[in-house]
C-alpha cells in the first residue's frame, strides 16, 4: 500500500514498509515543510488577476501563487499585495482550515476568501481577517475593521455599553462602569445637574417689583431670561416725598416752605403767622424777621472812608459799585447776571401777587397751596416712597442693570490693551486672556489636569498621546500622538522602533526589511545578526556544497556479484548498463543492508534490532534517539458545553467550547514545551480562568487571572514551566 495524504493539509501518510532509504525525505518534505508553511507560511498573490484558485498540494513542493491563478492552499497567511482592477476572489477547499487573510492590495479593491460553493468573507482594502471554515463555508472569527464586530463593547472594556442613539443624545456616567443616556431637551431648556445626574431644566423667569415711585417694564424675553436677552424699561409715577428728599408736591407757584411734616407749600407772598411789621417803612429800609417771628423796617448805618466828592461816574462792579446809574424804580432790584447787575422788578407767578412800593415790595399768596404725598423712580433711579423720599441709583446699577445701549458683538468692556485707563468696548485680545489650569469649558488651546479628570460636553480635545490613559472610542481620525505598546499601539511613530518596542530581535528586524525578491532566494542570517538573500548558487557556495554539476569522461561497467553481472562496456558520453543474472549466494548478516519487507521474510522494520537465541526471550534494542514524529494534524480533544479544567491529555490537541462552556488553566500540571489549542464555538465570549499560574497575554507584562476568548476565536496556551503559560489568539 503506497503512502496517502491527509485530506486537510496534504501530509504525507506513509505505510509499514515502504520509503526505504527516503524515510528522511519524506518527513522533511512532506510532513516537516507542509507544517512549517501550515503554520506561519505565507501564500502571497501579487498580480493584477481578479480570480485565484489555491488547491491542496501533495507529494510535491508547496506552490506561490504569485501573478499566477493558482497555488497552494496549506498555507497560514494569505497576503494580497497586487494591484487588481476588480473584487480579487480566491477560491479554496472546502475543508477545515483558518486562514489570516491580509489585503495589501495597492488598487484598494476588496479580497474574497471562499470555497467554490458558498459566499466566504470579504475583508476591506487595508484590512486583515481571521476565518474559519464552519462546516459549510468560512466564517469571520476576527478583523481589525471595527465595522465588523458584532456585539455592543461594555463601558468596563472601554466601549459604551451603548447600541444605539438618538438625536441629541448625551452620554454620561450613571456609575464607576457604566455609561447611560440622556434624550435631547425641549426647546429652550439648559443643561444642569440634579446632584447626581445631568438633567434638562427650564430657565428661570426674570420678575419685578414696582416701587411706589418706579415702574419696571419687562421687554424681550423675559420668561427665558437666564437664556435669552431682556431688558428692563424704568418708569416715573407719582410725587417725590418729603422723606425721599422731594416736595411731595405735583405742582408749585410761588415761594415754597416747609410745614414740618407734610409736602412742600407754596405761597405768592412772605407769610408772617406772628405779627405784622411793627415800623413804618421808610426811604432806604430794610424789612427784616427778627427771632420772635415779627418784622421790622430798619436801615444801615455803615462808616465809608474816603472822599465821596473824589468819585465821579458810576462805580464798576469790579470797584465795588454796581454798574448801574439809573434810579430803581419802586421794588426794583441789582440782580447779578455774570458780569454785572441788572436791575428789575419780581415778576409775580401762578398763586403770588407783588406789590411795589417806595423802598418796599409785598409778595402775597393769592391761592391755596399744596404737598407732596409721594415720588416714584424708574430704574436705575430708586426712591424709598412716602412724603419725603430719598432718591438713589439702583444698587444693581452696572451690574445686574444694564447702563449701556447696543455696542458691537462681541465687543467687551475692558481697560485698554496693556495700560491703564478707561475702560472701553473693544475686541478681545491674546493678552486678556489668562492661562486655564482647571476645568473649562469651550475651546481652549491646552487643557492640563492635576490629577484624573473627566471632561462633558466637549465637542472636541486634542492631547499628545503621552498624556492619553486607558480605552479610547471612536474614529482613528481623531487620535493624535503615539499610542503606548499597553494601550495596543506600537509606542512609536517609526517603524523602526516600532518592531523594537514590540520585542523584535536583531535578527528578526532584519528579516522584516529585507525587500521582495523577484526569484527564489534563500536566507543567511551572517555573523553581525544581518540577513541576506542568497541565489542558489551563491548559497551553496556559502554553505560548502559545491555546484552540483560536472561532466562525466568514462564509466566501466564490468563484473559480478553473486551471480549477478553488470554489462555494457566502457561508456564515455552515452550509453545502456545492464545488470543481469540470477542472485545467489547472499548472506543476510554481512551483504544485506536496509529493511527486508515482511513479504520477504524480514520484519519491515529498521529501527530495532532483534538477538538472542531462537529459543529464549528475545531482545529487541531501539537506537537512541527521539522516534517521535508528533501529529500529523491538530487531533480534537472533544467540546466542552460546561466548566472544563484541562489536562495533560488535552497537549497537542484543540479543545472546542461550545455553549455554556468555559475552560480552567491548572497550575502544576503541564511541564515546559506543552501546548493547548482552544476554538471557542458559540456566538458570544467565554471565559478562560487563569488565576493559579502565573500566565499573560502574548506581547504584554501583566499577569492576568482571567481572559475572555472572543466569539469563534482561536488561542493557544503555551506552558514555559509547570507554574508560568502564555496565551496568543484572539484573547483579552
Known amino acids: 500500500m503506497p503512502t496517502s495524504y491527509s485530506t486537510l493539509l496534504g501530509l504525507a501518510l506513509p505505510v509499514t514498509g515502504e520509503l526505504s532509504g527516503t524515510w528522511g525525505d519524506e518527513v522533511n518534505n512532506y510532513i516537516t515543510q507542509y507544517l512549517d508553511s501550515a503554520v506561519a507560511g505565507t501564500q502571497t498573490i501579487s498580480g493584477s488577476q481578479t480570480a485565484v484558485t489555491l488547491s491542496r498540494t501533495t507529494n510535491a513542493a508547496l506552490s506561490q501563487a504569485g501573478s499566477g491563478s493558482t497555488g497552494s492552499s496549506q498555507y497560514q497567511v494569505i497576503n494580497c499585495t497586487g494591484n487588481p482592477a476588480g473584487t480579487l476572489t480566491v477560491t479554496v477547499p472546502s475543508t477545515s482550515k483558518v486562514y489570516l487573510v491580509l489585503n495589501n492590495t495597492s488598487t484598494s479593491q476588496s479580497v474574497v476568501v471562499k470555497p467554490s460553493a458558498a459566499a466566504g468573507v470579504t475583508v476591506s482594502a487595508a484590512r486583515a481577517a481571521l476565518i474559519a471554515w464552519n462546516g459549510s463555508d468560512f466564517e469571520l472569527v476576527g478583523t481589525d475593521d471595527a465595522s465588523r464586530l458584532n456585539g455592543v463593547l461594555a463601558a468596563a472594556n472601554g466601549g459604551t455599553g451603548q447600541s444605539s442613539y438618538a438625536v441629541g443624545d448625551t452620554l454620561f456616567a450613571s456609575g464607576t462602569t457604566a455609561l447611560s443616556k440622556l434624550a435631547i431637551g425641549v426647546s429652550g431648556r439648559y443643561l444642569s445637574s440634579s446632584g447626581t445626574a445631568p438633567q434638562w431644566s427650564a430657565p428661570a423667569a426674570l420678575t419685578k417689583t414696582d416701587d411706589t415711585n418706579v415702574t419696571l417694564t419687562l421687554g424681550g424675553s423675559p420668561t427665558t431670561a437666564l437664556l435669552n436677552a431682556a431688558s428692563i424699561t424704568a418708569g416715573w409715577t407719582g410725587q417725590l416725598s418729603v422723606a425721599r428728599g422731594g416736595t411731595g408736591a405735583a405742582t408749585l407757584t410761588g415761594y415754597v416752605y416747609g410745614n414740618g411734616t407734610g409736602a412742600f407749600t407754596a405761597s405768592t407772598s412772605i407769610p408772617n403767622a406772628a405779627t405784622t411789621a411793627t415800623s413804618a417803612n421808610t426811604a432806604n429800609a430794610i424789612v427784616a424777621r427778627d427771632a420772635s417771628g415779627n418784622f421790622s423796617a430798619g436801615t444801615i448805618t455803615a462808616t465809608l472812608s474816603g472822599n465821596a466828592t473824589n468819585v465821579s461816574g458810576v462805580v464798576a462792579v469790579a470797584n465795588g459799585g454796581t454798574g448801574l446809574s439809573s434810579t430803581p424804580a419802586n421794588g426794583a432790584l441789582d440782580i447779578g447776571n455774570g458780569t454785572g447787575f441788572t436791575r428789575a422788578t419780581l415778576t409775580a407767578g401762578s398763586g403770588v401777587s407783588i406789590s411795589n412800593g417806595s423802598g418796599s415790595i409785598t409778595i402775597s399768596a393769592t391761592g391755596s397751596g399744596g404737598t407732596v404725598t409721594g415720588v416714584t423712580a424708574t430704574s436705575p433711579v430708586a426712591s424709598s416712597g412716602g412724603t419725603a423720599p430719598v432718591i438713589s ?207 520477504n521474510g524480514g520484519t519491515g522494520n529498521a529501527f530495532f534490532s532483534v538477538s538472542g537465541p531462537a529459543s529464549s526471550v528475545k531482545t529487541y534494542t531501539f537506537p537512541n534517539e527521539n522516534m517521535s514524529v508528533g501529529y500529523r494534524n491538530l487531533p480534537p480533544s472533544g467540546t466542552r458545553t460546561t466548566s472544563y479544567t484541562l489536562t495533560t491529555s488535552d497537549v497537542g490537541k484543540y479543545v472546542q467550547v461550545g455553549s455554556g462552556g468555559s475552560i480552567t488553566i491548572p497550575t502544576s500540571t503541564f511541564a515546559e514545551g506543552d501546548a493547548i489549542t482552544l476554538f471557542n464555538n458559540t456566538t458570544g465570549n467565554i471565559t478562560i480562568t487563569c488565576s493559579a499560574p502565573t500566565a499573560y497575554i502574548a506581547g504584554t507584562n501583566t499577569v492576568k487571572t482571567s481572559m475572555t476568548l472572543a466569539t469563534r476565536g482561536v488561542a493557544t496556551i503555551l506552558f514555559i514551566s509547570a507554574t508560568l503559560c502564555v496565551v496568543t489568539g484572539n484573547v483579552t
Open 393 to 599: 441709583l439702583n444698587s444693581a446699577y452696572g451690574d445686574t442693570l444694564n447702563p449701556y445701549g447696543s455696542k458691537t458683538a462681541n465687543f467687551f468692556l475692558a481697560a485698554p490693551n496693556g495700560s491703564a485707563g478707561a475702560p472701553t468696548f473693544r475686541a478681545v485680545v491674546a493678552a486678556d486672556i489668562p492661562t486655564l489650569n482647571q476645568n473649562t469649558t469651550g475651546t481652549a488651546a491646552n487643557i492640563t489636569a492635576s490629577s484624573n479628570s473627566t471632561l462633558t460636553t466637549l465637542s472636541s480635545l486634542s492631547l499628545p498621546g503621552s498624556q492619553v490613559s486607558g480605552n479610547i472610542s471612536g474614529s482613528a481620525g481623531n487620535v493624535t500622538g503615539t499610542v503606548a505598546v499597553a494601550n495596543g499601539g506600537t509606542g512609536s511613530t517609526t517603524a523602526g522602533g516600532a518592531r523594537t518596542n514590540l520585542g523584535a530581535t536583531t535578527v528578526g528586524a532584519n528579516f522584516f526589511t529585507l525587500t521582495n525578491p523577484t526569484a527564489v532566494t534563500f536566507p543567511r542570517i551572517n555573523a553581525d545578526n544581518t540577513v541576506s538573500a542568497l541565489d542558489a548558487a551563491t548559497f551553496r557556495s556559502a554553505i560548502g556544497a559545491g555546484t552540483g554539476s560536472g561532466t562525466v569522461t568514462s564509466v566501466a561497467t564490468s563484473g559480478s556479484v553473486n551471480g549477478i553481472t553488470l554489462t555494457g562496456g566502457t561508456i564515455t558520453s552515452t550509453g545502456t548498463i545492464t545488470l543481469g543474472g540470477t542472485l545467489s549466494g547472499v548472506s543476510l548478516t554481512t551483504q544485506v543492508s536496509g529493511t527486508l519487507p515482511a513479504g
